[in-house]
């Protein structure tokens, strides 16, 4: 199976800076999108951004210009570096990847445990 790792959530004040890290592992041939959602309390979950295995992003409106997603040259860990953060940015964070795992399986969406992102002055 996959699993999917995350870090680097935390408490900032307004104008701040984080940067969540993705680390997936386990059975992975190949990981052909990787992308970042958040979920704030009574709210739906929210796509913020995504990348391709090939470096094709794309962001949530709401985050362009302030946030940079990227992949490390594994093409398997993932980095979400989020700027001048604002007090609507709070939320848990999950990591999502989409992976083909075998020759004999479609390939599967995977998402890691979330991490806590809170934005307050």
């Known amino acids: 199976q996959v699993q999917l790792v995350e870090s680097g959530g935390g408490l900032v004040q307004p104008g701040g800076s984080l940067r969540l890290s993705c680390a997936a592992s386990g059975s992975i041939l190949r990981v052909n999108i990787m992308g970042w959602y958040r979920q704030a309390p009574g709210k739906e979950r929210e796509m913020v951004a995504t990348i391709t295995n090939g470096g094709s992003a794309n962001y949530h409106d709401s985050v362009k210009g302030r946030f940079t997603i990227s992949l490390d040259n594994t093409k398997t860990t993932g980095y979400l570096q989020m700027n001048s953060l604002k007090i609507e940015d709070t939320a848990v964070y999950y990591c999502?990847?989409?992976?083909?795992?075998?020759?004999?399986?479609?390939?599967?969406?995977?998402w890691g445990q979330g991490t806590q992102v809170t934005v307050s002055s």
């Open positions: 999502n990847a989409d992976v083909r795992c075998d020759m004999w399986r479609r390939p599967s969406s995977y």
